[in-house]
């Protein structure tokens, strides 16, 4: 068939290819944001978050250690946090001291490999704590192990404001595989990231130095490696700006010239200053998270924020 034909010598499966084409065929051209995350890519995020004018890391971190004892309480004394899409689970580890020894930590993440060397990491960091890792896209439905205990409860963790990078209905939909995934009783204790002035938001998406440039164009790169595509990368520019109607960063890349572009077996034409759409990053007001999640079927519990109220960390129950 003429799809698996075209996917043949592609570094990716027949699926990607077709959520691929479909995506860069629009009228509105768009690629998917997870293939900012190569090797590459990660290094180029790592770096934006020691930016000058990325905020959200450093706030996040600074929330959980002003108020990391009323979090672990409000985790419990018993039961697993679950990261979705732990990676290097490197800001977990403030929890992973703090939390109550009978709260086991059970990682998230695509990449079983990776995951699996950071777990074992992790037990020799921690050798007193459970670490019950799950190779698992937790953008579908996936399988936890049954709980052992009746009294233990399940608490997914979703740091770094990752939600904010899908669009509302996708959203809502992870919010309710949430739920369901935990029960009745079950918590979730997520980061987002809250509405501000669009100066501080533009700068934390454009800085200064152009490594958020770099990013958003590295993604061209990873999809000529991976997705037989021919992308020049010299020939687009790093556009980001608030969108203040939809509330939410947008990345594109904007072409400086009219080219014709190959990409997983299909091709088209982009004009000169025809933007390719490749992030969104939603920010939220806190009763308009709040009010997501309450249709998602989470009670707000509590919520921290820092003295700016850049960032919001909240604990809900089901
Ligand atoms: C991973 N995610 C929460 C980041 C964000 O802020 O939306 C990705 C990012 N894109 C550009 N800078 C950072």
Redesign the pocket.
Known sequence: PPADSASRNLLIDANEAEELRREFLQPQPSLPSKY?YDQTGSEL?DA?CELDE?Y?TRTEASIMQDNIDEMVDAIGTAGRLIEYGSGSSLKTRLLLDNMYPEVAYVPVDISGDYLQQVADQLRGDFPDRRIDPIAADFTRPFQLPKQQHAQSRDVVYFP???I??FRPAAASSLLSQMRNQVGRGGGLLIGF?LQKAPAVLEA??DDRRGV?AL??LNLLRHLNRVAGANFQMEQYRHVAFYNDINHR?E?HLESTREQRVQLAGCSRTIRKGERILT?Y?HKYSMDGFTRMAADSGWRRESVWTDPNEYFAVAMFRS
């Open positions: 900012f995020f934006i990325y959200p770094g404001s990752t904010g990078n990231d934390a998406y958020t990013f958003n960063i990345m992030e990053s």
